[in-house]
């Protein structure tokens, strides 16, 4: 299959050019293309430039606002409730986790929620937001439901990722960013797109029995929580999707559950509920950065099962593929995908599109 190497300046420009001709003020597309392109420089390709015909629909249909700031609703010394008021996700989000780092600086810890927000990519963008303050970053949201439950064939929950970043020294840090679902929808859409089988355990048919095929998860069937069947452990998954809804849905009063509308089908608006936490390790034991670094060294350096397999902690996958792109020169996307991508700014009037000369082999 054909790979095209794109510079993260084309792509970041080519997003904000799409967003503009929609409508978007300009720092609100500057805000959703930082957050795409990291998505895609840090490998998770479900929730970059593969996202932003959504984003363009739901501002073109006005379902999703173009005007106006996220609101401090209420707030103490530690916490905040924030209206999104119906903005773009990363408008929301970037206001919500840049609030919760100032309350930590004062105080400790901020622990912000927002309703009235939309899709905001990947949530490790806003944990990682605190380790720039050498602070600990948490971020959570609810989506569109996705999920099926154990035991259940209708899907109830959406995918609730998790984000949990930490500082250690020398700027490694340990970095968490999953969905509570097995994969993300993103990832099944790509197989689709590309006519590949799914591995078992992704997700399942309408009868809520596991399957390999994309378009019975697509069509009348859901993704499966963590862990997969009940015998496989799904049941964790499915708690920990219902853990985000508490922080996010049901703490912020926003939508939740069956209650959010259908997955891209922009028939109201998404109120989606979300979640930002900033702690400050200072205010904690001392020693924490390098009490990190000892953690992360201790799975690091240990015997592998496969010699040509190293153990990994959270964040390092995704730095190898940051470091695959500066080798490269930019990140690599399957040719489908820009094809696709171009074909939608031309709908929305953009004439500069995405290069595709560059091709790689793989």
């Known amino acids: ?15 904000e050019r799409c967003m503009v001709a929609v409508g978007t003020k300009p720092h609100h597309a500057h805000s959703l293309a ?4 990291e998505g895609d420089h840090r490998g998770h390709y479900s929730h970059g430039l593969n996202r932003m015909d959504m984003y363009v629909k739901d501002i073109r249909s006005g379902i999703c606002a173009k005007d106006g700031e996220p609101v401090v609703e209420k707030e103490s010394a530690a916490t905040a409730l924030v209206d999104g008021k119906n903005l773009l996700g990363p408008v929301v989000g970037n206001f919500c986790m840049n609030l919760a780092i100032k309350k930590a600086k004062e105080v400790g810890i901020g622990w912000v929620v927002a309703h009235g927000s939309n899709h905001y990519g990947i949530a490790g963008y806003y944990a990682m937001q605190a380790l720039k303050k050498n602070m600990i970053g948490m971020a959570f949201t609810n989506t569109s439901p996705l999920v099926v439950p154990t035991r259940g ?9 998790i984000s949990v970043a930490a500082p250690a020294n020398d700027g ?3 970095v968490l960013d999953m969905a509570t679902s097995a994969v993300a929808l993103g990832k099944i859409e790509l197989h689709e797109r590309r006519k ?8 399942c048919d309408p009868q809520g029995k596991l399957t390999t095929d994309p378009k019975k998860v697509l069509t009348g069937g859901g993704l499966v929580p963590i862990g997969g069947n009940e015998d496989t452990g799904g049941y964790k998954g499915y708690g920990l999707g219902m853990m985000v809804e508490v922080f996010c849905g049901i703490l912020a009063g926003a939508q939740y559950s069956k209650h959010i509308r259908t997955w891209k089908v922009t028939d109201r608006v998404a109120n989606l509920g979300q979640c930002f936490v900033a702690i400050n390790p200072e205010m904690f034991a001392p020693g924490f950065s390098d009490r990190m670094s000892d953690l992360l ?3 690091r350096s240990m015997e592998p099962a496969d010699p040509n397999l190293p153990v990994l902690a959270a964040g390092d996958t995704e730095r190898m593929n940051m470091k695959k792109c500066e080798e490269l020169g930019g990140i690599s996307y399957h040719i489908n995908v820009v094809n696709y991508m171009n074909d939608c700014a031309k709908n929305v009037g953009v004439s500069k599109l995405l290069p595709c000369d560059r091709l790689l082999s793989s």
């Open 1 to 15: 299959m054909s790979r095209c190497l794109i510079s993260q300046a084309e792509v970041q420009a080519f997003i």
């Open 34 to 37: 930082e957050v795409l392109v």
């Open 153 to 161: 064939k209708e899907c109830t929950l959406g995918t609730n990722p």
């Open 172 to 174: 490694d840090s340990f």
């Open 196 to 203: 590949d089988p799914i591995p078992e355990g992704w997700g």
């Open 297 to 299: 060294s201790i799975q």
